[in-house]
C-alpha cells in the first residue's frame, strides 16, 4: 500500500539548477529510502537514511528527515540532463517498502 | 554479477494463457520480491521470499503463483489472466540483514 505523497508530482528545471521534492509518510519508520527510475525500467536505490539522522549526503544528492513532521526531502544538485526520471521515496517495515507516489522530474538541456 | 535480471522483457498473453516471469541473481541475495507497477504509479508490493521461503504474500489473487526454485531463482506463474492486470512486474533482492533493494529491468506485461 502507498505510504504518503510525494510533491511536486512533476518538475521541470534547466540544466544545472537544483531539483528539490518533498515526501511525507504515515506511520513511524526504521529507514527511509529514494529510489529513481527511468522511463518504465527497474528501480535504483539513490540512498537510506535512518530514523535516528537528519542529513544525508551522497554525491550531488542531499537527503533530510524529519521525523517529527514525517517527511524527508530530496535535493539533486547542479542537475544534468541524465537525472530526468521518477523519484520515490519508501519506507521500509520489516522489508517490505512502501512508496510513495513519485515526483517526475524533467532536466531540459 | 551484481545486477538482477528479468526475462522476458516483454511478454503479450490471452486470458487463458499461461505463462511465467523468471527473475534471476547471483549476488547472494537471501531476499526476493515481485512488484506491480501500473502505468504512472509507484510500485506495489506482491511476494516477498525469504531463503527460499515465502513470507509475504500482499492478498494477491491466486492467479498469480510465485516459486522459488533455489536462493538465486524467482518465478511468477501467471494463470487466467485479466486486462487489468497488466502492467510492469519488476522483481527486486537485497541482502541478509539490508533493506537496500536491488531491481531488475521488469517485465512488461500485456492481457489481452
Known amino acids: 500500500s502507498q505510504q504518503g505523497e510525494e510533491d511536486p508530482q512533476a518538475l521541470s528545471i534547466q540544466e544545472g539548477e537544483n531539483a528539490t521534492m518533498n515526501c511525507s509518510y504515515k506511520?513511524?519508520?526504521?529507514?527511509l529510502q529514494w529510489y529513481r527510475q527511468n522511463s518504465g525500467r527497474g528501480l535504483v536505490h539513490l540512498i537510506l537514511?535512518?530514523?535516528?539522522?537528519r542529513e544525508k549526503h551522497s554525491g550531488r544528492l542531499r537527503v533530510t528527515l524529519d521525523t517529527s513532521k514525517k517527511s524527508s526531502s530530496l535535493l539533486i544538485t547542479a542537475s544534468r540532463a541524465a537525472d530526468t526520471a521518477s523519484y520515490f521515496c519508501?519506507?521500509?517495515?520489516?522489508?517490505?517498502?512502501?512508496f510513495g507516489a513519485g515526483t517526475t522530474v524533467t532536466v531540459r538541456a | 554479477d551484481t545486477e538482477v535480471t528479468q526475462t522476458p522483457k516483454h511478454l503479450v498473453m490471452g486470458m487463458t494463457n499461461k505463462k511465467s516471469l523468471k527473475c534471476e541473481q547471483h549476488?547472494?541475495?537471501?531476499?526476493m520480491y515481485w512488484y506491480k507497477q501500473k502505468a504512472k504509479k509507484p510500485p506495489e508490493l506482491m511476494f516477498v521470499?525469504?531463503?527460499?521461503?515465502?513470507?509475504i504474500n500482499e492478498s494477491v489473487p491466486s492467479r498469480f503463483s510465485p516459486e522459488c526454485p533455489n536462493s538465486s531463482l524467482l518465478n511468477l506463474h501467471l494463470h487466467a489472466l485479466q486486462p487489468e492486470d497488466s502492467a510492469l512486474y519488476l522483481c527486486?533482492?537485497?541482502?541478509?540483514?539490508?533493506?537496500?533493494?536491488?531491481f531488475g529491468p521488469g517485465t512488461r506485461l500485456t492481457v489481452t
Open positions: 521470499y525469504s531463503y527460499e521461503k515465502l513470507s
Open positions: 549476488m547472494g541475495h537471501r531476499a
Open positions: 537514511i535512518r530514523s535516528n539522522e
Open positions: 506511520t513511524s519508520i526504521n529507514n
Open positions: 519508501a519506507t521500509d517495515d520489516d522489508y517490505k517498502l512502501s
Open positions: 527486486a533482492s537485497s541482502p541478509y540483514g539490508s533493506y537496500e533493494q536491488y
